[in-house]
């Protein structure tokens, strides 16, 4: 069948444009409607690259002083935290601290998406809650601050150390 476009009038234009219209309308290019599909954000929020270890149970990090303001420790000084189960930990005190420490065992919690660690002392009893914010540059060292329940500030860099 050929087409005679002599004999088409004006009424078959009229159906014909609208059709296709509509049918470019739905095929479209697509580019230019933002997708309102969640799952993929979702997905990435949720594997966000991360350094942090999924636990600290069982690693030992050494810390060193870089800058501190009324805590025990002074500048260039370090301890070691051995982080014993999912929520045990023992602080070991440098003997090069002015104030001679005694070791001190505490509970803590960790949080690996902010990279915070809340530390609670329970021997000896003091009950005093540090938190530390802990950034890894690698999976094994990086830096942190630390702040205590009397305002007591603290910078540090760290490096896991056991195992």
């Known amino acids: 069948m050929k087409l005679n476009w002599k004999k088409l ?9 609208p059709l296709c219209a509509l049918i ?10 933002p997708s309102t599909d969640d799952s993929n954000d979702s997905k990435t929020a949720n594997t966000q690259a991360t350094n942090a270890p999924p636990t600290l149970s069982g690693l030992s990090y050494a810390f060193t002083v870089t800058a501190s303001h009324n805590f025990a420790e002074e ?3 370090g ?3 051995d982080f014993e189960t999912p929520t045990t930990f023992t602080f070991h005190p440098s003997p090069q601290n002015n104030r001679q420490l005694a070791d001190q065992q505490g509970n803590y919690s960790y949080d690996r998406r902010s990279g915070v660690v809340q530390l609670v002392s329970v021997s000896p009893a003091t009950g005093q809650a540090i938190q530390v914010a802990m950034t890894f540059i690698t999976p094994t060292t990086g830096s942190a601050h630390l702040t205590g329940p009397d305002g007591q500030t603290q910078d540090v860099v760290f490096v ?3 195992p």
């Open 79 to 81: 301890y070691v935290i």
């Open 9 to 17: 009038n004006w009424k078959h234009f009229f159906l014909l444009f």
């Open 24 to 33: 470019a309308w739905c095929v479209g290019c697509g580019e230019d409607i």
């Open 75 to 77: 500048f260039n000084s």
């Open 160 to 162: 896991q150390i056991a």
